[in-house]
């Protein structure tokens, strides 16, 4: 459903905003979507701290409060610019402020709208408008995820930075709904196969992996979704000779048993020569540095890109995933020839055995 707003983003003030209401986005319905204070209104729990201290707080000096009261109440002012997103359930609203901030006694809240975080809060509340909404199911897996996000998820208020798939995501629905005339983050320096596997959930790079595997004649049982310790994948040879697939070795069956090696799959990470955990034969970490030694578990976005040269079957899974990213069409197209230094290894389909 979209709600026409009263204004269009400009590419120079996109910014977004995540915002999560209560514990558990637990009063995102009541004031969202019930609207039980007579319209839409974000909410802030910030303990005893009162709104004369954040209206005036020295901005030279560190607030002893948190910044997340500032930054919502600059917003509400229209200081910062952007939307606020806010996802619960299985409802996205993209929202604006309509107001300024103001208090609301605790007794008063609770009692029209639902219990606060903390005995000694004073809700701050900011009336907004809801220029935006979708399922759950229309919107990239990422933005599905963004309340499992541990950058974001124990925020009241805050900026989303720093993670590109997920602000293209958002800014596809924007585009979607009229609010974007174009994609800010979509230029020639994005454009890139990196980029692309950045807009990918973390179920969904796990599954790529996957499936780059399952094409090259391994079998690949279900995720383990979490329930095993650092092992996301476990990947079967049913073959009497070693599977070799760019540097990831799995060893041919042998007495019966299947050759079979443990996986682990991130996306990028703050540390970029990560160690492997010993329950774990092959670390792929799209960030990860180049291993370039022959007894390397650690495998990066290089990896896949290769993979995905060599994996017709995938790109076109992988095209159907991403459709929604306005560049990755020409760059899967692009796939389809072999790169300048791994043309010898770009033969589809498994590998032969010798």
């Known amino acids: ?13 996109v910014r977004h905003y995540f915002t999560k209401i209560g514990p558990g ?5 009541p004031l969202l ?22 209206r005036d707080h020295n901005r030279e000096q560190r607030p002893r409060f948190s910044y997340q009261a ?17 996802l619960a359930q299985g409802v996205l609203r993209i929202l604006e402020p309509t107001g300024a901030m103001y208090e609301m006694e605790r007794d ?14 004073v809700p701050k509340l900011v009336p907004v408008r809801i220029v935006q909404e979708e399922r759950i199911t229309h919107i990239p897996t990422i933005l599905t995820q963004i309340n499992a996000n541990r950058r974001l998820s124990s925020s009241t208020f805050k900026e989303i930075t720093g993670d590109f798939g997920l602000g293209l995501a958002i800014d596809y629905v924007l585009f979607k709904g009229g609010l974007l005339e174009q994609y800010p983050r979509s230029t020639p320096e994005t454009r890139t196969v990196d980029h692309l596997l950045q807009c990918l959930g973390t179920n969904e ?50 007495a019966f048993r299947s050759g079979a090696i443990t996986l682990q799959v991130r996306d990028s990470a703050q540390e970029t020569r990560p160690e492997v955990s010993p329950e774990v034969d092959y670390l792929i970490q799209l960030n990860a540095e180049t291993d370039t030694s022959e007894s390397a578990r650690v495998l990066n976005r290089d990896w896949i890109e290769k993979m995905l040269r060599r994996s017709p079957r995938t790109r076109g899974y992988l095209d159907r995933l991403l459709r929604w990213v306005p560049f990755a069409g020409s760059i899967i197209r692009g796939l389809e020839a072999p790169g300048p230094s791994d043309r010898s290894a770009a033969v589809p389909g498994p590998p032969q055995e010798r």
């Open 25 to 29: 986005n637990t009063l995102a319905p």
């Open 108 to 121: 008063l809240f609770e009692k029209t709208v639902g219990p606060t975080p903390n005995k000694d809060d």
């Open 205 to 254: 790079l796990i599954t790529l992996v996957a499936r780059l595997l399952q094409e090259h004649g391994l079998y690949v049982p279900a995720p383990n979704g979490g329930f095993v310790k650092n092992i996301d994948l476990f990947a079967c040879n049913d073959r009497p000779r070693e599977i070799e697939l760019e540097g990831l070795r799995v060893p041919g069956r042998s």
């Open 1 to 13: 459903m979209l709600h026409r707003s009263s204004r269009r983003t400009t590419i120079e003030n």
């Open 70 to 86: 500032i930054d919502l109440y600059r917003w509400a002012q229209g200081e910062l610019e952007g939307f606020a997103i806010n």
């Open 33 to 54: 979507g019930e609207q039980r204070l007579g319209e839409p209104v974000l909410a802030g729990f910030f303990r005893a701290v009162r709104l004369p201290e954040i």
